[in-house]
């Protein structure tokens, strides 16, 4: 089985992190982008992947294509390179608002696509991904994707109209509780903490707080209410989140994410029209 990836970003290479440690052998991967050679070579020095500027070439050895690429990127380069492709390949889209008929239709053939929103969790086998299967994919592709994205995490199978929700919300969720954490520690060192101290603190609170999530099945209301006593400390900082609308925030956020992942996918739908 060999797997090449399309594109060398943050997501490839948390993928890439994750499989390599697990399933599949460096080697067995082949890594490719539009223009980069340092970042090709600090993948192969990296992970001991095979890297490869042909883009043609790395497609025609492939079992399976990941296109890990800019969105907006991928018109031109699957277009350039769609001689290279076969149906018997299996495509995994990572891109963001694509959907899977607009990569059949990029290429010109009937191939089977998944598309697939991992986070860049997977590095450390921790993402929360969603699978979906284009026209022409099979059971048996999915199954073969679905095999893939559990070495790096969890799987949830959702049809491919829910996608800009996961996007939205898993896809990009990361980067919301990271920024979180940035406001924990800029309090923290605002009210005299040592920032060593601190981000202990903070992490183990957000490790734990999810763990309770999980291991209690209780709505978070419930656990929050848990914790907040009356006239007490809780109460006191719950109540400037909601004067800050915190809420309504965080809800605004992931809905804006929602729609830009549908508006990436109209733009690109438009512009191959």
Known sequence: MTITFLGAGSMAEALISGVTQTLYKPEQMIVTNRSRMERLTYMQQTYGVRIDTDKAKAVKEAHIVILAMKPKDVADSL???????????LIISLLAGVTTDTIASLIGKQMPVIRAMPNTSAAIGQSATAL???????????????????TVGIVTIVDEQHLHAVTGLSGSGPAYVYYLVEAM???????????DIAKELILQTIIGAAHMLKATNKHPSILRKEVTSPGGTT?????????YRYQEAMIACIKRATERSKELGEALLSSVQ
């Open 235 to 243: 109460e006191a900082g719950i109540g400037v989140l909601e004067r």
């Open 132 to 150: 979906a299967k284009g026209t022409y994919a099979t059971a048996e592709h999915l199954h073969m994707a679905k095999e893939l994205f559990e």
């Open 185 to 195: 520690e800029k309090a923290a060192d605002e009210i005299g903490l040592e920032r």
């Open 79 to 89: 277009t350039s390179i769609k001689h290279a492709f076969n149906e018997q390949q």
